[in-house]
């Protein structure tokens, strides 16, 4: 069982940066893969980012790639995405996720999710 808790949304202007983390409990951290996704109000919650248990490998989403980084501590049990050059299409709730498998993207592929961190960025 793991449990995930994102912290660091907020509103930004855009251009600005945020730097969203999310904390997980559990001392399998380490062997699981990580993701990001995002939902924004009636649209499909989208993938955005995913990492490997071991944090040499990542995949983006296209509309991301470039302006965003996932990034992940195992002795913090923490999986960090810096968010630069946000756009006000950046609006969303974001979500942390694990994957016991291996890196991915598709979402009926995460087994644990956390309950999600409000990324609003204005015009």
């Known amino acids: 069982q793991v449990r995930l808790v994102e912290s660091g949304g907020g509103l930004v202007q855009a251009g600005g940066s945020l730097r969203l983390s999310c904390a997980a409990s559990?001392?399998?951290?380490?062997?699981?893969?990580m993701g990001w996704f995002r939902q924004a109000p009636g649209k499909e919650r989208e993938f955005v980012a995913g990492?490997?248990?071991?944090?040499?490998?990542?995949v983006y989403g296209d509309s991301v790639k470039g302006r965003f980084t996932i990034s992940r501590d195992n002795a913090k049990n923490t999986v960090y995405l810096q968010m630069n050059s946000l756009k006000p299409e950046d609006t969303a709730v974001y979500y942390c996720?694990?994957?016991?498998?291996?890196?991915?993207?598709?979402?009926?592929?995460?087994?644990?999710w956390g309950q999600g961190t409000q990324v609003t960025v204005s015009s």
């Open positions: 559990g001392r399998t951290f380490s062997s699981y893969a």
């Open positions: 996720a694990a994957n016991r498998d291996s890196i991915a993207t598709m979402r009926s592929t995460f087994n644990y």
């Open positions: 990492i490997n248990w071991r944090g040499d490998i990542a």
